[in-house]
Each structure stands twice: as C-alpha cells, then as structure tokens.
DNA sequence: GATACCATTTTGGGATACCAAACTGGTATC
DNA sequence: GATACCAGTTTGGTATCCCAAAATGGTATC
C-alpha cells in the first residue's frame, strides 16, 4: 500500500478512535513524525480527512473536528431522509440477491449481540442496509454519514436493555423490508433514527462535563 | 486568493463548462503548465475535484469523469430523497425568514427566463430551496448532486416549452411552500425531479452518436 | 508485415528546500 | 505591574528535485 494511503487510514483510525481527541490541533510535522512519512502524503491525508469532516481549517493550521451536538441532529435528518429513500428503494427492487442478505443479516442479529463489537455492528447494519439499494450515492451518503457520527457513538453512555431494543429493531426493520413492507419497514427505521438521535445528543449533553473533563471539544 | 484555490476554481470551470470534454485524460504536468502553478497546489486541485466527482483515477493517471448515464438516474434518486426532506423541513419550520426569501424567488420565476442563464437559474432553484432547510448537510447533499449534474445538463437539448415548464412547475413548487404544504410539495418537487431525469437521460441516449462526435465520453 | 523486445521518455508519488505569515517569549518602557 | 514592541521560532504554502513505474517508440527478429 502507498505511503499516502496508509498515512490516511491510521491517522482516520486514530481519530476516530478517539486517539487524538475531538479539539486537538495538528500539525502536518506532527502528522509527518509520526508515520514517518514525509508532507506531500500527509498533506494528501489531511485534504481527504477534511473532506470527511473528520478534521478541519483552524485558521492557518488544523483541528480535529469538535463534537458538535447541533451538527449530530442535522446528521440524524439528513441520514434519515437517505436511509429510508434507500430501504424504499430496496423494497421497491425486490432483488433475489438482496432477500439472501437480509437472511443473513437477520441471523446475525439473532446471534448474541457481540460484546466488544457493539459499536461497528451498529454502523454496519445501516451502511449495508442501504448497500442492499444499489444506489451508489444513497449507499456512500450513509456511510459517510455514519462515519461523522462514529465518534459520537463512541462517548454514548448505553445501558444493556438500549442495546437489546436496538438489535430488536433492526431485526423488526429487516423483516418489514423482507415483506416488502416499504411503508413498514419506512417508518420502522424512522423511528429507530429519530430514538438513536435522541438518546445520543441527550447523553453528550448530560455528560458535557466530564467530556471536557476527557480533553474533548463539545460544542453545543 | 491562494493559488491552491485558484488553480481548482479554474479548473472546474473548465470542467465544468466542458472546456476539457468528458473522457480527456489530465496530466499533473499540463495543469500545471496551464495555470502556471506548481504540483502541490494542482495536486490539492485534483484531490478535491476528485472528491466532487469530476475527475477521477485512471490507472495511474487522472481522467475528466465521463457522463455516465446509469449515474446521472442515481443521482436523481439520491436528490429527489434530500430535496424532499429539505423542501419537508422548510415547510415544517415556518421560518420568517425563509418566506421572504421564497417570495423573492417566486418573484424571480415569474421575471422573463433569462435566455442566456436557463442553466446557472436551474441549478440555482434547487440549491437555494435546500438551503431554506436550514439543513447543512441536505443542502451539501443537494449542490454537490447538482454539480455532478451540470455538465450533463448543458449537453441536454431543450426546446422553449420544456423550459417554460420547468419554471412553472419551480413557482408551484414554491407556491405551495409557501402555503406550508409539505405533502403538495413533496409531491410536485417529486414529480419536478423524475421529468427532469427522464427528459435529461432520453435526450442524452438519442443523442449519445453526436456527443462521441464532439469527444465526449458517454458510457450506459 | 507482424511481433517481441529494449532504450527512452513521460508521469505520478515522495522528499526536501525555501519563504512569508503567524505565533511565542522576553524585554524595555511607561 | 501592565503593556507595547521586537527578535526568534514555528508552521503552512509553494517550488523543485529525485525516483520508480508505466507508457512510448523504434528496431530487430521471425
């Protein structure tokens, strides 16, 4: 793998890892040092994870993006309005391919919910739910999506029983979409947004405190 | 204004206005030649022109994206979900500014159809009726799909009446935001959406003989 | 005449050097 | 003690150089 590549992947890993905290400046020399690459990689990195709003411009130099609640809400609609078109989509198609995936997909949610693995198996249910519509742009929109809210996910204080009822409705998602259920399955995943939204923007706001306490940028 | 800037303003203008045809091949040296600037700047250029989606990797090279046509009726599946949500949300605000905006616009249809600008006016209809959302993303979402879109739009034949109609169904678009009628909207800008894909994908594949004539890349 | 092969050129990726602007720390002045 | 100012350092932006790989073109062989 090229220089360039790899300088971006490990450096996306740290932050969105929580590695360099939401706040923190970076300078391409730091970045340069660190991966031991020299600035035209890491210039190409820092433009790409920019684009990805995974950092951004602090006037001369860079940050890594701040948490920012305002932001997750206008995120939550904007996934909203792309998830459901995609699952629409999807039940609209009614792809033989499609239905063997969703089979899958509905036995992973009945396996016991991986313990350590929680937060991509979240991300992922969504980001294949809308692979599933074979709309490139509606596909990227959510993975991109889930990607700016991944760091977020990560500072969500979540009990046992939200993680059980989330599993369950992905489950009642995925038999709605297997019905063909457009409707159903529409207004399932609505709500499953909307309630994922609320939960987390009201656990980063009762926590604002001992987020900075950590180090971490939150901004209302 | 930096040369990093300027050097990808000036060259998705080109882009853009198919001063470089879709399918030419782009090399770090021309650009550079070109506009009299140095690889740093045209390499942050590319990067982010490849992020829109106007150029693209080949091989090892870079190519000016060629029209796609199954792209052009994806992207039109992925706007028609985000302008529906933004033109939904704009309904639901009932935000005082936001009206008189509309009515400027409104007023704006209703001027003569600028003979010269039918194509930026266009364009311009659907991005400012995402930003009344108040919605970031939705608004990104929906200029940069019209982006993609542009070069397309410009090979488009369109006859007086075609035109004529667009602007009519834009002031009753608007209309019934104005009247905060979600649904009426949504349905209009719907249907708004999917004529102008079917007439923009037709118009391209009758004529996909003469574009290949002119050097342009179509591919199904 | 077609094709395989090799030397040359071109090109993108990476490294380094340089510069101007911004930041920092200290000092002198009030 | 506070503040204004200045020198030194840091940093991002740009230009340039080097290199390996790929494209090119010509030649020799069959």
Redesign the interface.
């Known amino acids: 793998m090229s220089q360039m590549q790899n300088v971006e992947k490990q450096l996306r890993e740290m932050i969105l890892g929580l590695e360099i905290g939401p706040g923190e400046r970076l300078t391409e020399r730091w970045v340069e040092s660190r991966f031991g690459a020299s600035r035209?990689p890491v210039?190409?990195a820092l433009?790409?994870l920019e684009?990805e709003g995974l950092i951004c411009r602090d006037g001369r130099g860079w940050t890594v993006s701040p948490i920012n609640l305002a932001?997750l809400e206008?995120?939550a609609?904007?996934r909203?309005?792309?998830e459901?078109?995609a699952v629409r989509?999807t039940c609209a198609l009614q792809d033989r391919g499609a239905v063997e995936i969703i089979e899958a997909m509905l036995d992973s949610c009945d396996d016991q919910t991986p313990r350590e693995e929680w937060h991509r198996v979240g991300m992922d249910f969504h980001i294949e739910l809308a692979r599933l519509s074979g709309?490139?742009?509606?596909f990227r929109?959510v993975r991109d999506?889930m990607t700016r809210l991944s760091r977020a996910r990560w500072l969500e204080v979540r009990d046992e029983a939200a993680l059980g009822r989330a599993w369950a409705e992905h489950h009642d998602i995925l038999s709605a979409v297997r019905a063909g259920d457009a409707d159903g399955a529409a207004c399932l995943l609505s709500s499953h947004i909307d309630g994922s939204r609320d939960r987390l923007v009201t656990s980063l706001r009762n926590d604002r405190r001992g987020l900075r306490a950590r180090g971490f940028a939150v901004v209302a």
């Open positions: 035209t210039r190409a433009l790409r684009t932001e206008q995120i609609v904007y909203e309005a792309v459901v078109a989509l709309n490139e742009f509606l929109a999506a």
